[in-house]
């Protein structure tokens, strides 16, 4: 192919603003060998020089400023013998045609469909320099070519082409005009449209009416997709499929982005028209949101002015089309965010800054039900009115909204229970430049508060019963392993070395099974069922080593109670025990055995409490002096050598456990002995 024949330059018309943008459209024009004879970028006084200089004049004007229509307005007063195209976005081409734009190119189009109406532009240019300025040729073929006559089967309900002069010429510029006057109609339109398909049916139709077309159809990608969503012809919807995004002429188009013209479809390797009887075609993408498909029964029924004109047409549709996605998504995004808002267990509060104030925009459900106030009572005031106890600070959000700084801090705030401790974090949302509006989110802390309260009391009871533990272990252990020692060195001929290992041992044994017994005491009880007092007091009492000497006084009276029936077995079980081992005037120390030679023997009674929700387990022992009452829970705390200090503490955890308490107080009727109350309430 020989090269083309070079004409006068053309000159891309930048500024100061627009200069980068007028060097990329000059760059991919000299890429793509137009028929100038050279691109150079000037800016407007430039280009003025030129149009007033016969010797210098251009083959074409290509202007690419953002105020298209006011430069081309004034270069075009200079001579209007030179073509100008103006490059905008697709609501800039009426304003441009009205100034006096030979033709119009969208930026969405690309750059192939830029270089090929300059290189028409510069061909009528160069034929007509001397006639009126004149639109796009609405009857080139899919070449460029100009089609002189009706070709065999054309729609007659389309201008063809003719020469550029006399009365065919102003029919063409009237045509063009009332073609573009309605392209810009229906951008208005479909800028109303407020669904996807109403833009696909409102585009086919403009197509049928406007562009004269007979058969065309609009289809969106989907899922991989391209899918048909509006389509019509003179007898009715095509039938259409479903197709691939990658395959055939509509891949080709949504692949490159660029508009084709086949003017015989059977030669068309990549084409699969819908039916036999059609024969030529045009395919124009709209972004990467679907094509706009046109076939004619006639071949080469399309001219480069259609395809021109359809991408107009279409640039608007793909306008209306992102503007309805992004008002849906952000529609979608506004609703989650909604539900998440309301749904948030934490109160939250919508809020914006105003000197310094969190003025309340909206309150979720969680807010209303913690604070007591609903949404309308608190909404346009400060929200420090209706929470701010009168002892705390403000969180001032001048400083925290407009740098953008999410803060948390520990405050205290007055709900519809009283002050309650809370974190508070303060999350800003950007907007624009600076940040006016956030959230505050008010997270309890109260209930953590106890928890770690609660686990702080937990550890250091559970180091300081493990300190007793390892204590009272240690002290029998080094008994028996230091009389083992003896024993090994001089033979122990009388046993007596072995006998006091054994009984430290046997003290050792007892610690473990006091130990573990705590051990095994949960701090909750999870199932309970109804439980006889009495007669679980009667069971544990017969459970317990208490001798010939002690009796069980089980008083009839007592209620039945939810509880764990085995953890409070061990509460008797344990009770009983102390009573029965302190219960002797003589100590172990003296006697080696209290149960068997107390005297006379301990009475132990179980009673309801008088006027209140409980029991009590009294003996007629000692008693318990008021300086060791309240240690006696402790572990490990024994006022028996003998004894490990965990009976008690294991009664303790028991009854915490079922919801209760337990306390040491003196006995009812006054007399000499220890009682223990446990409280249901």
Known sequence: M????????????????????????ADGLRARDVSAGDVTVVDAADARDRLTDGSRRPACLIVTVPEAAETVAALGRLDAAVPLLAVTDAEGVADAFDAGATDVHTRSAGVDALASRVDRLVLEGSHAADSPRAGPADGESASGDSVDGDPPGANPARPVSSDRTGADGAHRRLEKERRLEAIHGFAHDVGDCETTDAVCWRTVEAAERILAFDVCYVGLVEDGYVVPRASTNEGGPVALDAAPVDQGVVGEALRTGESYVHGDITETETAEPAADSFASGLTVPFGDAGVFQAVSYERDDFTAADRDLAELLLSHAGEALRRIRFETELREERDRLGALFENLPEPVAACHADGGRAVVDDVNAAFERVFGYDRETVVGDDIDDFVLPEDEESITLDETYYVGNTVQTEVKRRTATGVREFRVTVIPVELGDFSAQGFVVYADQSGQKRREAELTRQNDRLAEFTSLVSHDLRNPLNVAKGHLDLAAADGDPDGDHLDTAANALDRMEALIADFLSLARQG???????????????????????????????????????????????????????????????????????????????????????????????????????????????????????????????????????????IDVEDRADGAEGSRFVVRFD
Do not use: M
């Open 2 to 25: 020989s090269p083309r024949p070079k004409t006068a330059p053309v000159f891309v018309v930048g500024g100061a603003d627009a200069t980068p943008s007028a060097r990329r459209v």
């Open 523 to 661: 701090r909750t009880v999870d199932e309970t069922v109804a439980v006889d007092l009495a007669d679980a007091a009667r069971s544990a009492w017969r459970t317990v080593d208490t001798g010939e000497a002690a009796s069980l006084d089980a008083d009839a009276a007592l209620p039945t109670v939810p509880a764990d029936p085995e953890r409070l077995r061990t509460v008797f079980e344990n009770l009983f025990r102390n009573s029965v081992e302190h219960g002797s005037t003589c100590s172990r120390s003296e006697t080696g055995n209290g149960v068997e030679h107390g005297d006379p023997g301990v009475t132990v009674a179980v009673a309801p409490l008088d006027g209140e929700h409980g029991f009590a387990v009294a003996d007629d022992g000692p008693g318990i002096p008021p300086t060791d009452r309240a240690r006696v829970f402790d572990y490990g705390f024994t006022t028996d050598r003998e004894g490990t200090g965990f009976g008690l503490a294991t009664v303790q955890r028991v009854v915490q456990a079922h919801g209760w308490s």
